[in-house]
Each structure stands twice: as C-alpha cells, then as structure tokens.
C-alpha cells in the first residue's frame, strides 16, 4: 500500500551536515506515522525520529537530540531528517519507515520497530573522523 525510498546519503566529516530525504508513493499516505531508524554494521536496527502526520508532533531518540531534526511536506509526500554535528558513531544505513498512526498513542509509541508496517530499502551515511 506505501512504499518508501531514501535518498541523500552520503560521505561526510565529522561535525557536518546531511541531509535525507524519504519519498513515499501509494493510497492514504495522511493515515501513516513516518519514522527514522538507522543500523550499523554488527549491530541491530535502533530508533532515531518519528514525525506524525496527525498533530505535527516528533520524538527523538536521546543519542541524536538536538542534532537531527525530522520534517515532512504533506503534499508531496516527502519525511526529512536533517543531521548536523555528526559523529563518527551515526556512521549507520538509516532506513525510512511507515507505520499507521494511531492518535490516542504518544509520539514515544513509535520507537519500536513493531509499530511499522513499511520500510524502504536504506540508504548509508558515513561519517569519518
């Protein structure tokens, strides 16, 4: 029903700036929360943001707050992550992901990877020293 592609990622040093962008396609799209997750090599997918499409309201995970910042352009069906001050240890394959929105649920709600039902195919961003 939505599928989901990334774009933007890239080579960067660290404390630069990266923008993504994720790009969605299919029937009733409003009805979808939109989140961010990133997986280093060795390691297990973890949350980064989540945007929702009801209410305008976000949630970050603690590594990246104040750094990233999520956004989303409802006409075009576009979710942002906008990544400043990166570190070496953001270096990860950062994945898009849709999930239905249910509105009675915090924004906290989705930080499990569960709560998604779509996902994109990734796309990396490195970050050197």
């Known amino acids: 029903q939505v599928q989901l592609v990334e774009s933007g990622g890239g080579l960067v040093q660290a404390g630069g700036s990266l923008s993504l962008s994720c790009a969605a396609s299919g029937r009733t799209f409003s009805t979808y929360a939109m989140g961010w997750f990133r997986q280093a090599p060795g390691k297990e997918r973890e949350f980064v943001a989540v945007i929702r499409w009801n209410g305008y309201s976000t949630y970050y995970a603690d590594s990246v707050k104040g750094r990233f910042t999520i956004s989303r352009d409802n006409a075009k069906k576009t979710v942002y992550l906008q990544m400043k001050s990166l570190k070496p240890e953001d270096t990860a394959v950062y994945y898009c992901?849709?999930?239905?929105?249910?509105?009675?649920?915090?924004?906290?709600?989705?930080?499990?990877?569960?709560?998604?039902?779509?996902w994109g195919p990734g796309t990396q961003v490195t970050v050197s020293s």
């Open positions: 992901a849709a999930g239905q929105d249910t509105s009675y649920s915090g924004s906290y709600y989705y930080q499990s990877p569960s709560k998604y039902d779509y």
